[in-house]
T-cell receptor, first 112, second 112 residues
Framework: DAGVIQSPRHEVTEMGQEVTLRCKPISGHDYLFWYRQTMMRGLELLIYFNNNVPIDDSGMPEDRFSAKMPNASFSTLKIQPSEPRDSAVYFCASSFGQVGYTFGSGTRLTVV | KQEVTQIPAALSVPEGENLVLNCSFTDSAIYNLQWFRQDPGKGLTSLLL?????REQTSGRLNASLDKSSGRSTLYIAASQPGDSATYLC???????????FGTGTRLKVLA
């Protein structure tokens, strides 16, 4: 298995634009997590899914952020409109139950 | 609410030294604790996972211990090498949840 695959690796966008981050979890994993990492706040969980259903979105910072998981092999995190304070590294991770927790390589987002 | 703290924030040691990284958490009702390594610009790699019923786990030169009652874990690195230079993150998975709460990490530099 190629692991958790995220795209793009880097994204630079202008303030106000829509940004979509993508994640392909490991095949067979039933949990998917979106994290955000910044120097100030470290790694924060934004939202996680179980069997494609959102379970806990309490970490989503505001309504500008939305996440979907239309099927077991794909998830998106969308920011609309983007702001400079959204600049961070966004990680996706997947697991099978509480085991095999695997992170993707992340998407570095810069909003100018 | 679970909070995870790591001390020290940064550490610089000469090659060959044995060292200890510390992690503390506020809620002892945990399912497991995991130590991750993060290289600059990269994702997270799992090093050791300790279930709540375990006291320690070992992998090569790494040994992680867990004292659930006192809310503490340590990561011991023996005979450190320059290749060990990275940020080490401690993460706690509380009972009844599938998400990890991360500490802010210890940035380790091993000097040749």
């Amino acid at each position: 298995d190629a692991g958790v695959i995220q795209s793009p690796r880097h994204e630079v966008t202008e303030m106000g634009q829509e940004v979509t981050l993508r994640c392909k979890p490991i095949s067979g994993h039933d949990y998917l997590f979106w994290y955000r990492q910044t120097m100030m706040r470290g790694l924060e969980l934004l939202i996680y899914f179980n069997n494609n259903v959102p379970i806990d979105d309490s970490g989503m910072p505001e309504d500008r952020f939305s996440a979907k998981m239309p099927n077991a092999s794909f998830s998106t995190l969308k920011i609309q409109p983007s702001e400079p304070r959204d600049s961070a590294v966004y990680f996706c991770a997947s697991s099978f139950g509480q085991v095999g927790y695997t992170f993707g390589s992340g998407t570095r987002l810069t909003v100018v | 609410k679970q909070e995870v703290t790591q001390i020290p924030a940064a550490l610089s040691v000469p090659e060959g030294e044995n060292l200890v990284l510390n992690c503390s958490f506020t809620d002892s009702a945990i399912y497991n604790l995991q130590w991750f390594r993060q290289d600059p610009g990269k994702g997270l790699t799992s090093l050791l996972l300790i279930q709540s019923s375990q006291r320690e786990q070992t992998s090569g030169r790494l040994n992680a211990s867990l004292d659930k009652s006192s809310g503490r874990s340590t990561l011991y690195i023996a005979a450190s090498q320059p290749g060990d230079s990275a940020t080490y993150l401690c993460a706690v998975q509380s009972s009844g949840t599938y998400k990890y709460i991360f500490g802010t990490g210890t940035r380790l530099k091993v000097l040749a």
